[in-house]
């Protein structure tokens, strides 16, 4: 069974530190990669997406693959109070199928 | 302008009673989703749909059902509802491509199923 896995937390960092976000998978054929953000009580929102090994940046986000690890991190500096959320890590296996697997989701705090 | 959207927000119901939730998507995509996201924030896919093909997730009770009237609806009916089946359902889309921002999922809203 392909898993993805994530540390539940939370995770609480200060405000205007770099949260470190940590997401491992099982499949070693996994293509996409995909880093979403919930709110509590709303509804994901994709933050990144990266195909390739290496870093990604968009703005304050970076997202860093490491297929021979088998692990997908999300950096966010300069992390605000509004930052507080869950993220899901996302996995597109391989094999064909375009439905991608769902880690469990961190909990983020940035306190004040 | 709401991409995906779903009613009702909100569903509380008794133990055995049939129900329905409803998903509509304007953005054009092929590719339709609905997600149970339990009280651990596990987000679980049920099913998913296109216009060629419909993938079940094989732990998902077969009291559960998608319904496409067209490919920007995908209804999801609940028949014999159980105590279990509380959670949020998530409805969502995307392009459907298997690379590039055909990929992306867009979540609607959620809906909050409480059975008594």
């Known amino acids: 069974q392909k898993e993805v896995e994530q540390n539940s937390g939370p995770l609480s960092v200060p405000e205007g530190a770099i949260a470190s976000l940590n997401c491992t998978y099982s499949?070693?054929?996994?293509?996409?990669f995909f880093w979403y953000r919930q709110y509590s009580g709303k509804s994901p929102e994709l933050i990144m997406f990266?195909?390739?090994?290496g870093d990604k940046e968009d703005g304050r986000f970076t997202a860093q693959l490491n297929k021979a690890s088998q692990y997908v991190s999300l950096l966010i500096r300069d992390s605000q109070p509004s930052d507080s959320a869950t993220y899901l890590c996302?996995?597109?296996?391989?094999?064909?199928?375009?439905?991608?697997?769902f880690g469990r989701g961190t909990s983020l705090i940035v306190h004040p | 302008d709401t991409a995906v959207s779903q009613t009702p927000k909100y569903l509380v119901t008794q133990m055995g009673n049939d129900k329905s939730i409803k998903c509509e998507q304007n953005?054009?995509?092929?590719?339709m989703y609905w997600y149970k996201q339990d009280s651990k924030k596990f987000l679980k896919i049920m099913f998913s749909?296109?216009?060629?093909?419909?993938?079940i997730n094989e732990t998902v009770p077969n009291r559960f059902s998608p319904k496409s009237p067209d490919k920007a609806h995908l209804n999801l009916h609940i028949n014999s509802l159980e105590l279990g089946d509380s959670a949020v359902y998530f409805c969502?889309?995307?392009?459907?491509?298997?690379?590039?921002?055909?990929?992306?999922?867009?979540f609607g809203p959620g809906t909050r199923l409480l059975v008594l």
């Open positions: 953005l054009g995509h092929d590719t």
């Open positions: 969502a889309s995307s392009q459907g491509g298997l690379a590039g921002t055909g990929e992306t999922q867009y």
């Open positions: 996302a996995v597109r296996s391989s094999g064909g199928s375009y439905i991608p697997t």
């Open positions: 990266i195909y390739s090994n």
């Open positions: 749909y296109n216009n060629k093909e419909l993938i």
């Open positions: 499949d070693r054929g996994s293509q996409s």
